[in-house]
């Protein structure tokens, strides 16, 4: 008993052709895709980047703003509270 089959299949070129069209046109599309997916994520953490380090530069801003402005208070009220010589 013998029990195989036989699958036979008859391809003429030109739907070789189209079927190795449409599989290259796929991996293009996916690859496309792929890269615009990552373009928008690499653009999203850019932004954050850039927004993480200005408000960075401004807290510096601030921080030695206020600096400034302890020093001088500290200033005129040492210049007032000193003793006249």
Do not use: C, W
């Amino acid at each position: 008993m013998d029990n195989s089959t036989t699958l036979r299949i008859n391809i003429n070129s030109g739907s070789a052709i189209k079927l190795a069209s449409l599989v290259s046109n796929s991996v293009i599309l996916a690859a496309n895709a792929y890269l615009v997916g990552s373009g928008f994520r690499q653009q999203l953490h850019n932004r954050q980047r850039e927004r993480i380090a200005g408000n960075l530069q401004l807290a510096a801003e601030v921080a030695t703003a206020t600096a400034s402005l302890a020093k001088v208070i500290t200033d005129t009220i040492e210049k007032h509270n000193a003793p006249d010589r």
